[in-house]
């Protein structure tokens, strides 16, 4: 069964760091597209930092310069390094990544995670 699993959410105080986890299980060819998209209560769901396989990253303009997007593509795990954290930031963390799951090159699925919760109190 393929999965994403994220983990290291929690309840931290503002101006702290908290590193995300999302590891792909199951039978994966190859991963393409990884990132990390948040939902706050009351809010849509949001792209926060993504990452190709070739490296190149993107991020929302609330949390560039104190996000970073990483993988390690012989553990099909993806991170998130969160420093200087704000209680604006509190929302359900969702990790999604596009996965092959067949020999057959260039066919992708895209998955979710089950989410975790980071809360900043101030």
């Known amino acids: 069964q393929v999965q994403l699993v994220e983990s290291g959410g929690g309840l931290v105080q503002a101006g702290v760091s908290l590193r995300l986890s999302c590891a792909a299980s199951?039978?994966?060819?190859?991963?393409?597209?990884m990132g990390w998209y948040r939902q706050a209560p009351g809010k849509e769901r949001e792209l926060v930092a993504a990452i190709t396989n070739g490296a190149t990253t993107n991020y929302a303009d609330s949390v560039k310069g104190r996000f970073t997007i990483s993988r390690d593509n012989a553990k099909n795990t993806v991170y998130l390094q969160m420093n200087s954290l704000k209680p604006e930031d509190t929302a359900v963390y969702y990790c999604?990544?596009?996965?092959?799951?067949?020999?057959?090159?260039?066919?992708?699925?895209?998955?979710w995670g089950k989410g975790t919760l980071v809360t900043v109190s101030s």
């Open positions: 199951g039978t994966i060819f190859s991963i393409n597209a």
């Open positions: 999604n990544a596009d996965l092959s799951i067949t020999p057959m090159k260039g066919l992708y699925i895209n998955y």
